[in-house]
């Protein structure tokens, strides 16, 4: 049974660019949560993706967005990147999106922005 | 304030000690609270929900105090391999769903 996975692992990229990064929940889940962590900080929630539908979001700007596919894949856009978006970005998935819910994490995709 | 606090650390104890750590939490419309343990340059991992009954998992106590507005982990017999950060998580509802992590307690066990 394939937990979480992200891709990709590492990705160097420079000032003003764009990326995507991508999550597959693990086999039965249907919720995906994507969060920021900078070094020596605790996961800060981007936003929830339930039923192809952003649910939630934390306080990041509109540079960051998302997807939710059929399958239940997400992908995480940054958009004009800054120095400061540079972390680790961790993506979650559980059964649902209820309040109760458990959260089980990727391994993450670490992002360097020159 | 912070919505989620905890003591960074570290803590250092020798093998076979107990510790505790506490996360303290602000908004009382939070609703379910759980353990993450996070190991270096690794994703967090589910340690246990954190029940209003108290839970146990082997050598690890979760309790929850509303009233005070707090959460605590307790680990018996400390193991070398139990050295990781600490992540308290907390999930409320206010001004929609919304889950906070706390910034971690890190926990160095020694030989």
């Known amino acids: 049974d394939a937990g979480v996975t992200q891709s990709p692992t590492h990705l160097i990229k420079t000032r003003g660019q764009q990326v995507t990064l991508r999550c597959s929940p693990k086999?039965?889940?249907?919720?995906v949560s994507w969060y920021q962590q900078a070094l020596g900080q605790g996961p800060q929630f981007i936003f929830q993706?339930?039923?192809?539908?952003?649910?939630q979001r934390g306080n990041f700007p509109d540079r960051f967005s998302g997807h939710q596919f059929p399958n239940y894949s997400s992908e995480l856009n940054v958009n004009a990147l800054l120095l400061g978006d540079s972390a680790l970005y961790l993506c979650?998935?559980?059964?649902?999106?209820?309040?109760?819910?458990?959260?089980?994490f990727g391994p993450g995709t670490r992002l360097t922005v020159l | 304030r912070k919505e989620v606090e905890q003591d960074p650390g570290p803590f250092n104890v020798p093998e076979g000690a107990t510790v505790a750590f506490n996360c303290t939490y602000s908004?009382?419309?939070?609703?379910?609270f759980f353990w993450y343990r996070q190991d270096c340059r690794k994703e967090p991992k589910l340690l246990m929900s954190?029940?209003?009954s108290g839970n146990e998992d082997g050598r690890f106590t979760a309790q929850l105090n509303r009233a005070s507005q707090y959460i605590s982990l307790l680990i018996r017999d400390s193991k070398l391999s139990d050295s990781a950060t600490y992540l308290c998580?907390?999930?409320?509802?206010?001004?929609?769903?919304?889950?906070?992590f706390g910034a971690g307690t890190r926990l160095f066990v020694k030989a």
């Open positions: 979650a998935s559980s059964l649902d999106s209820g309040i109760n819910n458990e959260q089980f």
């Open positions: 086999s039965g889940h249907d919720t």
């Open positions: 993706y339930y039923e192809e539908e952003e649910r």
């Open positions: 908004n009382s419309a939070s609703q379910s």
């Open positions: 954190v029940y209003s």
């Open positions: 998580v907390v999930n409320m509802l206010s001004g929609g769903f919304k889950t906070i």
